[in-house]
């Protein structure tokens, strides 16, 4: 019997479509699932008739594969990959390939790397964006930790993944440990933040401009040729103008409570780690946990009975500004946590490549990353994209939108956190001076913690004895 190409270990949503999307490229592959009936459901169904082959043992499952052995992982994150990897290792032949293709925590990645190449198997952490859709049609693909993997994957991979419009497809070598996975996270944590701006653009049509779900979905159509253009936006014109079987809009039905799981609080956490101000996607993830507890927000709605004031009506033209712009400061964060997480772990990571692989497949691709890549192309030392005129420019731009916007929603009483923490973050990276002299004062009159000097250079530590009745010795200098 002719062995398969390439193996795939769980047939949830994307390990399904995923292995679909492969044997439709001219590929055989084998499936294994944990539990055989959704095995034997998949293959009587959506696999049958195709080069798709089911086993419900892991070993006749690993004899089924051409040398080196490549098997994807599609299962959920944390242990269940550990206990996959120990059940697949005494059955693996030195040089055969375990792909990780789920929303692994990249330290664990890295750690992996380590230990499955220690038993002379190659490991690689590969994200992969797109969803259902993705997954099946062509997926970003994100591949990083064993280099001597690539070579076998490659092709493969390619065929397998979105093309860009130039042609080149959305996938390429990412770099070494869990660099495949962080820039996964990271693309999830600006996914978070896109989402939710998106949704502060429509509750700002809604309630402070009165439009109706048809005309909001007309608006987000146009948006979505110019400067907006992107598969976020694209989706939202079409939820607007959903109706359902009784002929209602589906949008107005669906409760104001938001899930996550968990990407965007990792993505967070790595940027608190690492000192990189992620104050949009912060918002993102803090307004999901936020959005969950309704029946607190309205308890306390009901309590304090707020009254809107009056205000102008904004503009659609100022919404479509605060969104662009507040999505190119979405980006910049991003990109600025990569640029810093590649200096930190050495990956070497190749920001305007990473860039390419978002322009399609992925749930944030949109028009701006070719802007993005030649912004890197151009200097690719630039800390962060706000640096590039390109970035510059349009954020200028869409300023006064932008502030008047947050302005009349503040006035107004409306709820815009991520528009807003975008602005004040543009405010604060743009300024010479920032209150932070007075806490690093704080800081030292109650706990020594010392300060540096505008009259001296940076670097240089000092201690004042605030009180008359402290000592002279002060505590170790460290930032975390």
Known sequence: MEKSDIGVIGLAVMGENLVLNIESKGYKASVYNRTHSVTDSFIKGRAFGKKIEGFSDLEDFIQSLKSPRK??????????????????????????????????????????????????????????????????????????????????????????????????????????????????????????????????????????????????????????????????????????????????????????????????????????????????????????????????????????????????TPEPQEVHDSLYASKLISYSQGFHLLKIASKEFKWDLDLAQIARIWRNGCIIRSVFLDKIAEAFEKDPHIENLLESDYFMNEILNSLSSWSSLVAKSAVGGYSLPAFSSALNYFYSVTSRELPANLIQAQRDFFGAHTFERVDRDRGEFFHENWTGEGGTTSSTVYNI
């Open 71 to 312: 098997i994807v992982l599609m299962v959920r994150a944390g242990i269940a990959v550990d206990m996959v990897i120990d059940s697949l290792l005494p059955l693996l032949d030195k040089g055969d390939i375990i792909v990780d293709g789920g929303n692994s925590n990249h330290l664990d990645t890295s750690k992996r790397v380590d230990y499955v190449t220690s038993k002379g198997v190659h490991y690689v952490g590969a994200g992969i964006s797109g969803g259902e859709e993705g997954a099946l049609n062509g997926p970003s693909i994100m591949p990083g930790g064993s280099f001597e993997a690539w070579p076998h994957l490659q092709e493969i991979f390619y065929a397998i993944s979105a093309k860009a419009n130039d042609g080149s497809p959305c996938c390429e070598w990412i770099g070494s440990g869990g660099s495949g996975h962080f820039v996964k996270m990271v693309h999830n944590g600006i996914e978070y933040g896109d989402m939710q701006l998106i949704s502060e653009a429509y509750y700002s049509l809604k309630h402070m401009s009165g439009m109706d779900n048809q005309q909001m979905a007309k608006l987000f159509e146009l948006w979505n040729t110019g400067k907006l253009d992107s598969y976020l936006v694209e989706i939202t014109a079409k939820i607007l103008s959903y109706k359902d079987n009784d002929g209602e809009y589906m949008i107005d039905k669906i409760l104001d409570a938001a899930g996550q799981k968990g990407t965007g609080k990792l993505s967070v956490n790595n940027a608190m780690e690492l000192g990189v101000p992620l104050n949009l996607i912060s918002s993102a993830v803090f307004e999901r946990s936020l959005s969950s507890q309704k029946e607190f927000r309205v308890n306390l709605a009901s309590r304090y009975k707020r009254v809107f004031g009056k205000i102008p």
